[in-house]
């Protein structure tokens, strides 16, 4: 069970596996509609209902996913005060994101009134933005922690040469990591966020959307690939 293809199948069996990969899926599509709409307009067309489709069944796969901040408070919210607070707040905003866009779904595909998609997509764009700064505050603390903790094993492995210091540092090094990642998702989410929020040029246009999503959707990948 240590193989591409193993992983590949333990990675796709998750429900983050197949919102990674058909968020990826979305926001090519979205980048070759951008790309090709004045010269191939039917083609363009193809690739704006794959865009479509792929973020709707998005939307699907998430359904009840607001409960996992709520769970991920119930276990165990953070080890300091600071972060305890920074987890209430992230995950308070997330579990509005996933709620309401629950109904943002059900809007679009006109099992509810479609002129609810608006307003929901506000809240549940807003709720995100919110949880996400606060998300990226945390892996920032997280990190300078982990940076002050690895100086402090760089010096008493030197003076020792202790094997576990040289472990306990590659752990850290290999968490920094994960956290980078998870702070590239949140801040290119942030920005995919703020579009609907706040509707201007930079953030709403094509290539912006594209390479943020992308790079949501890869970052993703990184993070919860099998070891």
Same mark, same amino acid.
């Given at each position: ?8 199948? +333990? ?43 792929? =973020?709707? &069944? ?5 359904? =009840? ?12 919210? /953070? ?20 709620? $309401? ?20 997509? $506000? ?10 700064? $606060?998300?990226? +505050?945390?892996?920032? +603390?997280?990190?300078?922690? /982990? ?8 010096? &008493? ?44 040029? $930079? ?9 943020? =999503? ?5 970052? /993703? ?7």
């Amino acid at each position: 069970m240590n193989d591409t293809v193993d992983k590949l199948v +333990i990675f796709l069996a998750k429900r983050d596996g197949i919102d990674k990969l058909v968020k990826t899926f979305q926001y090519v599509s979205k980048l070759v509609h951008w790309h090709v709409e004045a010269t191939h307009p039917d083609a363009a067309m193809r690739f704006k209902q794959w865009e479509v489709a792929s =973020g709707l &069944s998005r939307k699907a796969f998430r359904t =009840g996913r607001f409960l996992t901040g709520f769970n991920a408070l119930r276990r165990g919210p /953070g080890a300091t005060p600071t972060l305890k607070v920074l987890a209430v707040l992230a995950n308070a905003g997330e579990m509005v994101y996933f709620f $309401f866009d629950h109904f943002l779904w059900l809007s679009r595909i006109g099992t509810l009134d479609a002129k609810l998609a608006r307003r929901m997509s $506000f809240i549940s764009a807003l709720g995100e933005s919110f949880g996400y700064i $606060f998300f990226i +505050i945390a892996d920032f +603390i997280i990190m300078k922690e /982990g940076l002050e903790t690895e100086r402090r094993l760089l010096i &008493s492995s030197k003076e020792d040469g202790s094997e576990d210091a040289k472990e306990s540092t590659r752990k850290i090094r290999a968490e920094r990591v994960m956290r980078l990642m998870a702070v590239a998702a949140n801040v290119a989410d942030l920005i995919i966020a703020l579009a609907d929020i706040e509707p201007n040029p $930079f953030c709403n246009h094509a290539v912006t959307l594209g390479i943020s =999503g992308l790079v949501s959707a890869w970052a /993703g990948w990184y993070r919860n690939w099998p070891s």
